[in-house]
């Protein structure tokens, strides 16, 4: 189907299609893997949920959360409760009134278990909520969430949380429609019975070839949409993405890892090329619960090899910085520590420690990665390493994203790829992931130390206390257990031509809503 692709474009663009060309096509990367916000990790499929569905807040196309489907909040209690008030008249796509109730029921969908929501650890800052998520509590009603009346949403926090605002706008917290689920079950997500809350409503959605959204008129501030339609296509080929942009097919890149590797030094010359740093790191997993991994020596040892600042002159090559520390550089004001640099001759002396000298006896591994010309060069890259400076043979494993995603959450995998883009500008998001039983820790590492001290951080005030402790968890993170190994920092990219596409701006959560891309030409 991809093949066809091009064809399938230019005939839109001519005319000749009964849908004509979207006022916005853009390149998203792969295909979602889903659209249902509980069970959504990956930035794909969350740029899509957003224009569907809307929060108590929303990030601005600066990155910053503003009021959303909520007008306003008080806060009391020194932070502990948050009291939100509704817009009035707000409604569900289909018509039906949208009020704080649905607000309460979704958040009460993600964190059951059954729902078995990867992400429900985000409303785990909600008085008792990680004690029904994991079934400690079975009355929900005992969770710190309440609608009062149909436009106040009460919510009390387990501690003061200072980036719960943040979390209001993130896309596990997002309003779903309980009747519409009810009524499809797990096909609520298909075009003509996704009922969303969004500037978007879900027209149409061609696996392997596009989505397209409709501006939803039913929308609170639909007059300040500017698109009426935006075509997004699940490429993941960074040869083939930028060939459709050249061509005019399509209008802007997105995705950071869609760039050619090999056309980046002639690109980032070009006018139409925008970067900025944002809280991203790209790291691997190690998968900590089988054989030879299960080791720490052997985890410090592939780690060791790893030639980071490599990686991003010779491949990347946009400005990246190598990755000392798994937390980015302006995380809300947190210093990261040292992490343990390169040094092969350590490395070879752990691996002979664990067993294996020289690299004899190793058990053969993978390496998993997701399809991408950025990550199979790095793919190859990291073999080379390995088997040069450890005698190791690793073999490659590419998946295309939905396997890949799958074989990450179920630990089907040795070493894997990994990318993880901050839900708010903190260090907690980076770093209580990784506690032990963690929908998103995907590398089946458990230290009771270290679960203590994320608890630690969340019931601490006074912020460089709480820097302080999740300072030291970050040490075990990468000096000691060292269950990942960052590479490097991300630089955003997307490439459009300024003239013609406005609404779009660098920041620090690489946070881009369909809501405020507008164009300058009048669509030509």
Known sequence: MRSLLPLLLALACCGCSPNPRADLVFLNGAEPETLDPALITGQPEGRVANALFEG???FDRKGKPQPGAAESWEVTDNGRVYTFRLREGLAWSDGTPLTARDFVESWRRALEPSTASEYAYQLHYVKNARAFNEGGIKDFSE???SAPDDRTLHVELENPTPF???LCAFV??????LHAIE?????????RKLVGNGPYLLESWRINDRIRLRKNPRYWNAANVALETIDILPVSKGNTAFNLYAAGQADLM???????????????KRDDFHAAPFLGTYFLRYNCTRPPFADPRVRRAFSLVVDKPSVVGRITRAGELPADSFVPPGA???????????DPDEARRLLAEAG????????MVTYLYSEGELNEAIAVELQGMWRRELGVNVQLLRQEWKVYLRSLSSLDYDIARSTWVGDYPDPNTFLDMFVTGGGNNRTGWSDPAYDKLIASAAAEADTAKRHAILRRAEEILVREQMPVCPVFFYVGIQIYDGERLGGIEGNVLDEHPLKSIYRRDGGK
Do not use: S
């Open 356 to 363: 294996y000298p020289g690299g004899r006896g190793f058990p």
């Open 56 to 58: 108590l807040l929303a």
């Open 143 to 145: 969770v710190g969430v």
């Open 254 to 268: 997105m995705d950071k890892g869609l760039v050619p590797p090999a056309l980046l030094a002639e690109i980032k």
């Open 183 to 191: 009524a499809h079950g797990d096909d609520w997500i298909k075009p």
């Open 164 to 166: 719960f605002l943040d």
């Open 332 to 342: 809300g004001g947190y210093e990261p520590p040292a992490g343990v640099g390169r």
């Open 172 to 177: 596990t917290l997002l309003p779903v429609p």
